[in-house]
């Protein structure tokens, strides 16, 4: 059954029938309100296909009801509602915020301490900083498709993680505990990639039984047999869902557990984050001992905390688990322990550029139900000849013996002051080849970088094509990726006498 405060947003706000379930198991339609007789048709289509081939012939999960959860009360669905129709005939701008009914309950133990400093962006619920300001610049919420008041902050956020060292807060990531005497054994089942052993963590993606990407998650071997589990903010239901439904299915003897409310996150990244964070703990965290990959539990400051090396920047970095209501003095310390070191914070929007000049793939844009793990490039986190017959498997060997017929690639382009967002047209010889999936600017080259899909035999490093944005056709040219090399990878070179690669 759906929490009530969720039908009745679905009602009342969605622009399409929601269908509950997951590929391969529809569940209920719900009637709604406005233009629903309009839809119809095209939902009755989707649903049947769905109950027909398995699953349904395109990604559906705007219109899946598991979006929301209990923050979703009645009072944010009538401010919801009537912002809704208040905007029904307005200009959408890329970034877009919507304002009525938050903050919701689901705010992360920094939300007072940071919402005076940053912009918040809405994320399942929570809010989540996009950008900082310093003082004297424009701190309100400008919408426009073209560069605007987050542009320069947002620059310096970015120089801040590559030269120094910044916190960001990830408390909205979905995160799951999984344990039991058959854990492993399921989640070999769920994953295309292998269990990382006890102590490591590692990138794994759930596929659909047609080989497409259901969800990408970290995947943490925290001790023999439990694992935490974390995927985006939006994706926290539409995985969780899907695991638990694989474990009645099978029968797998396993807890499964959401603890995403109670869990905050701090992400420390940048060349200075060993240092900070090294007197705030007496754990070695030299790179020979605590390694990329490794997770460990510590303390840091004296608060308990999951310590992940990993960081979505590409750059030294760290995720640190903890109870929410350690968020404050957690951040305190770190930010006070790496004054002589000049942190400061960053935000999400910083985190896309970083992470697209790293080449790093970002569900629901670069892959979802509309594209195989082989077309979006993740071949290295898919692992074909591992003994489990994970889902989606068999369809993925049949896939790769036709072939492909496009692939993602990594482009740049010289605009004037519009970036790429997604979903722009990439035009070849006067005809639209393909699509990107989302983009930014690179302050590290200052010029745009995108994702896009493009047919496999214009793929080629060193192809050229156009991007339309805003009416405009704007050249642009494949490169090889990543833009720029990881913290690993540079470190890696480093040592065996390299060269570093930006």
Not at 394 to 405: D, E, N, R
Request: hydrophobic letters at 35%; proline letters at 5%; aromatic letters at 10%.
């Amino acid at each position: 059954m759906l929490r009530p405060g969720a039908q009745l947003l679905r009602g009342l706000l969605l622009r399409s029938c929601p269908l509950q379930g997951s590929p391969g198991r529809p569940r209920s339609v719900c009637g709604r309100e406005g233009y629903g007789i309009i839809h119809a048709g095209g939902v009755g289509k989707y649903l049947s296909d769905w109950i027909l081939h398995g699953e349904p012939p395109f990604d559906l999960i705007e219109l899946d009801p598991n979006r929301y959860g209990k923050w979703t009360t009645t009072q944010y669905t009538e401010a919801k509602a009537r912002e809704s129709y208040g905007f029904n005939n307005i200009v959408g701008y890329p970034k877009e915020e919507r304002f009525a009914g938050r903050p919701t309950q689901r705010v992360s133990g920094l939300y007072q301490r940071l919402e005076s400093k940053c912009s918040m962006g809405f994320h399942a619920g929570w809010e989540q900083p996009h950008w900082f300001y310093k003082p004297g610049q424009d701190t309100q919420y400008r919408p426009s498709f073209r560069r605007t008041n987050w542009f320069e902050p947002v620059g310096s956020e970015y120089k801040q993680v590559m030269q120094r060292v910044a916190v960001t807060d990830l408390s909205p990531f979905g995160k799951f505990n999984i344990k039991g005497q058959d854990s492993i054994r399921l989640l070999d089942h769920l994953f295309a990639n292998v269990i990382p052993k006890v102590g490591f963590t590692n990138i794994s993606h759930m596929l659909t039984p047609k080989g497409r990407v259901y969800a990408e998650l970290t995947v943490s071997h925290q001790s023999p047999g439990e694992f935490l589990l974390i995927t985006g903010s939006g994706s926290e239901l539409h995985d969780l869902r899907w695991i638990e439904e694989e474990a009645v299915k099978g029968g797998y003897d396993v807890e499964i557990k959401n603890i995403t409310d109670e869990l905050g996150v701090l992400g420390v990244a940048g060349p200075q984050a060993r240092k900070v964070l090294q007197k705030l703990t007496s754990e070695d965290l030299s790179d020979d001992v605590f390694k990329f990959l490794q997770t460990k539990s510590l303390k840091v400051s004296n608060i308990p905390v999951t310590a992940i090396r990993i960081s979505y920047t590409g750059e030294l970095g760290w995720e640190l688990y903890h109870r929410r209501e350690d968020s404050v003095a957690l951040y305190d310390a770190i930010m006070n322990a790496g004054q002589e070191e000049g942190i400061d914070n960053f935000g999400t929007y910083a985190m896309n550029a970083l992470r697209l000049e790293k080449a790093f793939r970002a569900w629901g844009l670069e892959m979802n139900c509309d594209t195989n793990p082989l077309e979006a490039g993740l071949e290295y986190f898919v692992k074909l000849n591992k003994p489990a017959d994970f889902i989606g498997k068999q369809a993925l060997k049949q896939i790769k013996a036709k072939g492909l017929k496009r692939r993602l690639v990594c482009l740049t382009l010289a605009t004037d002051d519009v970036d790429p967002e997604g979903n722009e047209s990439i035009w070849y010889n006067g005809k639209v080849v393909g699509n990107t999936t989302s983009g930014s600017y690179s302050y590290s080259i200052q010029k745009s970088l995108a994702f896009a899909y493009v047919p496999v035999q214009l793929s080629e490093v060193g192809q050229q094509v156009e991007v339309e944005l805003l009416g405009k056709n704007y050249p642009a040219v494949i490169i090889q990726e990543p833009l720029v090399l990881t913290e690993p990878t540079r470190n890696r070179l480093q040592k065996k006498g390299g060269k570093d690669k930006t």
